[in-house]
């Protein structure tokens, strides 16, 4: 009788069963059991090994969202903070404007026609990127005293302009706010995946536990039954002597 199946490496392949011991087919068979713990041993290893590494793509992904929320808190901070300025420039002009579109008033009307305020509020006006006209329509200092004067639509026109700018800037922070929260669900989402495999992983731990105890037992009991039938080889020999 010839012993089939898959022996690897084991002394039983390919050999007839009536040629061997009893010890030499009990050797074997634990042999190819512990050969077989060892694989699955093996498998449990890069199981447990690919959780960890899916783990650690989880939580870099998550350091990197919340990264990129803070950046657009930042942003959003930043915005408002220029939505500010812009809106009370806007309404210091509406509050100034004069009704007449080719009448002039001075910029600082509604602050009791100050004159440095009326200077301050025109370099206002240009560093937030208004549209500053010439010739005629140019704003200057018409009636010859202490204040800068703009006609009615050229401050209406700044109205307008500002009103825009504003408008641009809170779409784009109405953009920001809605990616943050895909992010802050993207992240929520994943926490729920990392609690999963956390949960996965504990089983896969106590999983490979045991196999490596198994193994370890299955290793020993084969070392043990080798000594065993060495020393009673050895015995044999010292009473045939």
């Not at 899916?54 to 657009?72: D, V």
């Not at 009704?99 to 305020?117: H, I, K, M, R, V």
């Not at 006609?151 to 109205?159: D, E, P, R, S």
């Not at 802050?184 to 729920?192: C, F, H, L, Q």
Request: with cysteine; aromatic share 4%; glycine share 6%.
């Amino acid at each position: 009788m010839e012993i089939t199946g898959n022996f690897g490496a084991s002394p039983l392949a390919g050999m007839e069963v009536s040629n061997l011991d009893i010890e030499t087919l009990l050797l074997s068979v634990q042999y190819q059991r512990s050969e077989l713990l060892h694989n699955q041993l093996k498998q449990q290893m890069d199981t447990v090994k690919h959780q960890n590494d899916l783990m650690a793509q989880k939580n870099q992904q998550i350091t990197t969202n919340q990264e990129n929320i803070g950046k657009l808190a930042e942003t959003n901070a930043k915005l408002g903070a220029e939505i500010s300025e812009l809106t009370e420039l806007r309404n210091r002009l509406e509050a100034s404007k004069c009704p007449d579109p080719n009448g002039w008033y001075g910029l600082a009307y509604a602050e009791n026609d100050d004159g440095p305020a009326s200077y301050e509020l025109l370099e206002k006006v240009k560093k937030a990127g208004c549209t500053i006209p010439t010739g005629a329509d140019a704003p200057q200092n018409v009636d010859g005293n202490h204040t800068m004067d703009a006609k009615g639509k050229v401050v209406a026109k700044w109205v307008e302009e500002l009103d825009k700018k504003i408008e641009a800037k809170q779409k784009q922070i109405d953009a920001n706010n809605s990616q943050k929260g895909k992010l802050e669900n993207e992240n929520d989402a994943i926490n729920r995946d990392i609690d999963s495999l956390s949960s996965s992983q504990q089983l896969d731990m106590l999983r490979l536990q045991s196999l490596s105890n198994k193994y370890n037992e299955a290793f020993d009991l084969m070392s043990n039954f080798m000594k065993k039938m060495q020393d009673n080889r050895s015995n044999i020999v010292a009473n045939m002597r």
